[in-house]
């Protein structure tokens, strides 16, 4: 059963990886990469953000009022993009459309965010936050573990950090909701927990909302030792 299913994944990203686009996505020039040149620099300018939690901020402004008043467990957290046009509609397609070949160009992306590449960089691993096993049955494929196997080669882990039980599905919910539906949710695989004392983490995600998920990974990362964990995303909403 384990074998058809990875077979199954395997011919689900292999489909989507040969349907090389003649068009840009965005403004369907032709021919083109999937997001061309014009388009990436149109829609994924670089933009001040608060060094703890991503929100867009004030020129000069380092932190944000609420991340002052309650920073987060997480040391720093960094965004490639705003959770809007055309990132959103693309990451629908990359998520809930079983379009796995959108992982390329959307690591792309984030590498070439400034403040993405030093962080990779500086990580002893990069560890994609897990689905839970229902809903990567349901996907086929998770999408965070591509995009840190794209950004981060060999120091890609996703067999460290496990998602141990499901929860349900937070769009919609408050933040604190968020919080009691994933308390306990995530562990670190016993066998590897002590090859993550004292080592700096970058914790990936391709969208962060509340923070909520990324709050109750690095709970988890916390309790095994974790030195530095910084959270990276590639979309960042405008709701906190």
């Given at each position: 059963m384990?074998?058809?299913?990875?077979?199954?994944?395997?011919?689900?990203?292999?489909?989507?990886?040969?349907?090389?686009?003649?068009?840009?996505?965005?403004?369907?020039?032709?021919?083109?990469?999937?997001?061309?040149?014009?388009?990436?620099?149109?829609?994924?300018?670089?933009?001040?953000?608060?060094?703890?939690?991503?929100?867009?901020?004030?020129?000069?402004?380092?932190?944000?009022?609420?991340?002052?008043?309650?920073?987060?467990?997480?040391?720093?957290?960094?965004?490639?993009?705003?959770?809007?046009?055309?990132?959103?509609?693309?990451?629908?397609?990359?998520?809930?459309?079983?379009?796995?070949?959108?992982?390329?160009?959307?690591?792309?992306?984030?590498?070439?965010?400034?403040?993405?590449?030093?962080?990779?960089d500086?990580?002893?691993?990069?560890?994609?936050?897990?689905?839970?096993?229902?809903?990567?049955?349901?996907?086929?494929?998770?999408?965070?573990?591509?995009?840190?196997?794209?950004?981060?080669?060999?120091?890609?882990?996703?067999?460290?950090?496990?998602?141990?039980?499901?929860?349900?599905?937070q769009?919609?919910?408050?933040?604190?909701?968020?919080?009691?539906?994933?308390?306990?949710?995530?562990?670190?695989?016993?066998?590897?927990?002590?090859?993550?004392?004292?080592?700096?983490?970058?914790?990936?995600?391709?969208?962060?909302?509340?923070?909520?998920?990324?709050?109750?990974?690095?709970?988890?990362?916390?309790?095994?030792?974790?030195?530095?964990?910084?959270?990276?995303?590639?979309?960042?909403?405008?709701?906190?």
């Open positions: 384990l074998f058809k299913a990875l077979q199954g994944i395997s011919h689900r990203v292999r489909s989507s990886a040969h349907r090389v686009p003649s068009q840009c996505a965005v403004c369907h020039a032709w021919p083109s990469q999937r997001v061309c040149n014009a388009c990436a620099a149109r829609f994924a300018q670089p933009a001040a953000r608060c060094q703890r939690c991503a929100l867009q901020v004030p020129q000069g402004v380092a932190v944000c009022g609420a991340c002052t008043l309650h920073p987060p467990l997480f040391d720093a957290c960094m965004a490639a993009v705003d959770y809007a046009y055309p990132w959103s509609d693309i990451l629908g397609d990359f998520k809930f459309r079983g379009d796995a070949g959108w992982a390329a160009t959307l690591a792309t992306l984030m590498r070439s965010t400034p403040w993405i590449e030093p962080a990779l500086a990580a002893d691993r990069v560890l994609p936050v897990p689905l839970s096993a229902q809903r990567l049955r349901e996907r086929g494929f998770n999408q965070s573990a591509l995009l840190a196997r794209q950004l981060a080669g060999p120091k890609a882990d996703a067999r460290t950090l496990l998602r141990i039980h499901a929860t349900e599905a769009s919609g919910l408050p933040r604190a909701q968020r919080l009691r539906n994933l308390n306990g949710a995530f562990a670190v695989e016993p066998a590897r927990a002590a090859a993550l004392r004292g080592k700096r983490v970058v914790l990936l995600d391709d969208v962060m909302t509340t923070g909520a998920t990324l709050h109750a990974a690095t709970q988890a990362l916390r309790e095994a030792g974790v030195a530095h964990i910084t959270a990276v995303v590639l979309a960042r909403t405008g709701i906190d």
